[in-house]
């Protein structure tokens, strides 16, 4: 349709809010949270480019009030983000034993072995079909980014680099024949084509296939005040109602599901064909679905207070950070990831109240968070300058980090997590 562009009554600007759903294409008029403008994550700055300017885009969340799929338009397209990818999954040791678990849990439950095919999506570096190898089942891995599949590669687990969709279903699906199980984590937000994805799920899998899929839950996000966890790179946020009604659309059943603890509180998924009549749906997934009515999930009231917790969250947290510098203290931030960067741009923290921050990462030291421009050094920093405080960027990993930097006590450094609302820890 043409001539739709509302504008904004007082200053005659088109008006944000025209773009659609990219699940049912209902025009995305209400505000989920707005968090200003933000450059992308993933963009670290390196000393050479510290004159140079950076690309904002808004970090708008919208809330479809037909589907009520959160979401943010499409700025950047995956082919730049995930075509050379800096992250490999077999670095996190927590995550290879949880992607281990799975396998241990999946194979008897729906009787996966040598005669088999497992796929996976976004199979990184095969950090989780490593697991299906040890146990003889044949694997195919399916990885754009070709630097992290050739890591697969190497290891000896069949990969193709591709984005997925309809068309790489088809030509799997030619080439290898389908899959009795198809399972993506963490890859199911990051799809800006949601319908041509799971279509292409579906056409992969056999007849009595099963597709699980892991993925951060909208309801913990709420709940858990983790409005970091928005940024360009995900572009849906998915409730059990709404992914339940994506999967359906398609032909697939969602009959069972997990609450899982990573990243904050996840979803795993388990879907087959609507008319694979031989796995019943189970308590668990009418449980959930009935605790997420119940919470509100279909009343656009309950997604409406968001926006207010998310800015009293911003001002609690500049209120600790100035009463700590007029106090004289010395602040420095632990990591660099997605999440520390939407926190720091959407607060306005850069140096005059965090000195610099820290990364394992050696690709990330050296260079400055975008945006925020903070620099990054190697976590030794931090024994050498003796910060009061230590600000826990990636929190979702405190536990861990806190362990390591057990030592800032004996000066009495302390830590600080800033979700869900600014704490000094004990
Ligand atoms: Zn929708």
């Known amino acids: 349709m043409k001539n739709e562009t509302k504008?904004?009554?007082?200053?005659?600007?088109?008006?944000?809010?025209?773009?659609?759903?990219?699940?049912?294409?209902?025009?995305?008029?209400?505000?989920?949270?707005?968090?200003?403008?933000?450059?992308?994550?993933?963009?670290?700055?390196?000393?050479?480019?510290?004159?140079?300017?950076?690309?904002?885009?808004?970090?708008?969340?919208?809330?479809?009030?037909?589907?009520?799929?959160?979401?943010?338009?499409?700025?950047?397209?995956?082919?730049?983000?995930?075509?050379?990818?800096?992250?490999?999954?077999?670095?996190?040791?927590?995550?290879?034993?949880?992607?281990?678990?799975?396998?241990e849990s999946v194979m008897p439950r729906f009787g996966i072995g040598p005669r088999s095919r497992v796929m996976e999506?976004?199979?990184?570096?095969?950090?989780?079909?490593?697991?299906?190898?040890?146990?003889?089942?044949?694997?195919?891995?399916?990885?754009?980014?070709?630097?992290?599949?050739?890591?697969?590669?190497?290891?000896?687990?069949?990969?193709?680099?591709?984005?997925?969709?309809?068309?790489?279903?088809?030509?799997?699906?030619?080439?290898?024949?389908?899959?009795?199980?198809?399972?993506?984590?963490?890859?199911?937000?990051?799809?800006?084509?949601?319908?041509?994805?799971?279509?292409?799920?579906?056409?992969?899998?056999?007849?009595?296939?099963?597709?699980?899929?892991?993925?951060?839950h909208l309801y913990r996000l709420m709940e858990s005040n983790q409005f970091d966890t928005i940024y360009h790179e995900h572009f849906s946020y998915f409730s059990f109602y709404t992914v339940d009604k994506v999967f359906a659309a398609h032909g697939i059943t969602l009959f069972d599901v997990e609450e899982l603890g990573t990243h904050g509180g996840s979803l795993r998924i388990y879907g087959r064909h609507a008319d694979d009549t031989s796995k019943a749906v189970t308590p668990r997934a009418i449980e959930l679905r009935q605790r997420e009515l119940s919470a509100g999930v279909i009343d656009l009231n309950g997604y409406r207070?968001?926006?207010?917790?998310?800015?009293?969250?911003?001002?609690?947290?500049?209120?600790?950070?100035?009463?700590?510098?007029?106090?004289?203290?010395?602040?420095?931030?632990?990591?660099?990831?997605?999440?520390?960067?939407?926190?720091?741009?959407y607060c306005g923290i850069r140096q005059d109240f965090v000195d610099y921050t820290v990364d394992r990462n050696p690709y990330k030291q050296g260079k400055y968070t975008p945006g925020t421009r903070i620099p990054i050094h190697h976590p030794d920093k931090i024994r050498e300058t003796k910060p009061d405080y230590v600000l826990i960027l990636p929190w979702n990993l405190r536990q861990e980090i806190i362990g390591q930097l057990a030592y800032i006590r004996e000066w009495g450094g302390r830590f600080v997590v800033p979700i869900p609302e600014v704490k000094v820890l004990p």
Request: net charge neutral.
């Open 121 to 216: 999506i976004a199979s990184n570096d095969g950090y989780l079909l490593q697991h299906f190898v040890a146990k003889g089942v044949p694997v195919l891995g399916i990885e754009p980014a070709a630097n992290v599949a050739q890591a697969a590669i190497a290891k000896g687990i069949p990969t193709t680099v591709k984005f997925f969709g309809r068309k790489t279903a088809g030509e799997i699906a030619t080439e290898h024949g389908k899959a009795d199980l198809l399972l993506g984590n963490n890859v199911l937000a990051h799809v800006p084509d949601l319908n041509d994805f799971v279509a292409g799920m579906r056409q992969l899998l056999k007849p009595d296939g099963v597709i699980t899929m892991e993925f951060p």
């Open 305 to 345: 207070g968001f926006g207010e917790q998310v800015r009293e969250t911003k001002r609690k947290l500049l209120e600790f950070l100035i009463h700590a510098k007029r106090a004289g203290k010395h602040i420095a931030g632990y990591g660099a990831p997605g999440k520390g960067n939407t926190l720091l741009n």
């Open 7 to 103: 504008h904004d009554e007082v200053s005659g600007i088109p008006a944000q809010g025209h773009s659609r759903c990219r699940f049912c294409g209902t025009r995305l008029t209400q505000t989920f949270v707005d968090l200003g403008m933000s450059p992308l994550c993933q963009t670290h700055i390196a000393p050479h480019q510290l004159n140079q300017m950076e690309p904002f885009y808004p970090l708008h969340a919208y809330v479809c009030d037909k589907c009520f799929l959160v979401q943010l338009q499409e700025f950047v397209s995956p082919q730049d983000i995930f075509s050379e990818y800096a992250y490999f999954s077999s670095y996190s040791d927590s995550w290879v034993a949880h992607a281990k678990q799975y396998t």
